[in-house]
C-alpha cells in the first residue's frame, strides 16, 4: 500500500479537475471515497463549502466502516468558509486509524493558517498541452497567461470560454473606463468574494500586459492598488471597501 498522509493538500492549477486528482489518489481495490465539493448554499447564492457540511463529513467519518481506508476528498477546499475551516480542525488535530483528508485547491494560501500547519502538502501534476483552435488562441493565451490547464479548458468547454469572455470585458471596463464605470463594476460583484477576486485577476492580467509596454507611474499604481485589494479580499476584508479603493 503507497503511504498516505493523514492530512494533505493538494496545490493544483487553476482549471484542473480537483474532485479528479483527488480519486487518483484512491489506488486500493477498497478504498472508501468521501467527496465533498462546493455548491450553492441551500435558499441562498453564496457558493462554498459550509460549516453543516464539515459537521456532516464528521458523522460519515464516525460511521465509516473499521478496517477501510477512508479518503476525504475536499475540492475546492479554498471554498470552505471560515466556520467550515474551524470545524474541521477537529478532524486535522484528531487524526484516525485509516483516514485520509486530501485538500485540493488552487488557492492554498487562502487555507487559514492552524489548517496549513497541520497538513503535507504537494503540487498536483501539471496539465499536457493541448492543439487550441487558431482563432482562439491569441485570446486564450492572454485570459490563461502561463496556467496550462487554464488554456485547455477555455479550449473546450465553451460555456467557461463565454463566461471568462464576459469577465474579462468587465475587468477591462474596471482596469481602464471612466470612474462611474468602474463603480458600476463594482456594483455586480461586491456581493461575492469569489467574483470580486476574478474581475481583480482578471484587471491585473490588462494591468500586467500594459506594464510591460508602458511603465509609467500612473500605471504602476493603478496595478498596485489592484494587488493590495486582492490581497486583502482574500484575508476576509471588506469586498466593497477594497474595490472602492481601487478606483477613489
Known amino acids: 500500500m503507497k503511504y498516505l498522509p493523514q492530512s494533505l493538500i493538494v496545490a493544483a492549477e487553476r482549471g484542473q479537475d480537483l474532485a479528479e486528482i483527488g480519486r487518483s489518489f484512491a489506488t486500493e481495490k477498497n478504498d472508501h471515497v468521501i467527496e465533498l465539493l462546493e455548491h450553492k448554499?441551500?435558499?441562498?447564492?453564496?457558493?462554498?463549502?459550509?460549516?453543516?457540511?464539515?459537521?456532516?463529513?464528521?458523522e460519515l467519518v464516525r460511521t465509516a466502516k473499521k478496517g477501510t481506508r477512508t479518503l476525504v476528498i475536499i475540492a475546492d477546499a479554498a471554498k470552505m468558509q471560515i466556520g467550515a475551516q474551524n470545524a474541521l480542525l477537529k478532524l486535522l488535530e484528531e487524526p484516525r486509524e485509516n483516514l485520509h483528508l486530501l485538500l485540493v485547491t488552487p488557492a492554498p494560501e487562502q487555507l487559514s493558517v492552524t489548517i496549513l500547519s497541520r497538513c503535507q502538502r504537494i503540487n498536483a501534476n501539471s496539465a499536457n498541452a493541448i492543439e487550441i483552435p487558431a482563432e482562439k488562441r491569441a485570446k486564450i493565451a492572454f485570459m490563461a497567461g502561463d496556467n496550462q490547464a487554464e488554456m485547455n479548458k477555455l479550449a473546450t468547454d465553451e460555456k467557461y470560454f463565454a463566461a471568462q469572455s464576459e469577465l474579462f470585458e468587465q475587468a477591462k471596463i474596471f482596469f481602464g473606463a471612466k470612474k462611474y464605470q468602474r463603480l458600476t463594476v463594482i456594483s455586480g460583484v461586491k456581493d461575492s468574494r469569489d467574483k470580486a477576486l476574478e474581475l481583480l485577476r482578471a484587471s491585473l492580467a490588462f494591468g500586467n500586459f500594459m506594464l510591460r509596454s508602458n511603465h509609467s507611474p500612473n500605471l504602476q499604481q493603478q496595478v498596485k492598488r489592484l494587488l493590495e485589494a486582492d490581497d486583502a479580499i482574500r484575508k476576509n476584508?471588506?469586498?466593497?471597501?477594497?474595490?472602492?479603493?481601487?478606483?477613489?
Do not use: A, P, Q, S
Request: proline share 0%; charged share 25%; net charge positive.
Open 237 to 248: 476584508g471588506n469586498v466593497r471597501l477594497w474595490l472602492l479603493k481601487t478606483v477613489v
Open 41 to 58: 448554499k441551500e435558499n441562498g447564492t453564496t457558493v462554498g463549502i459550509f460549516v453543516d457540511d464539515i459537521r456532516m463529513l464528521r
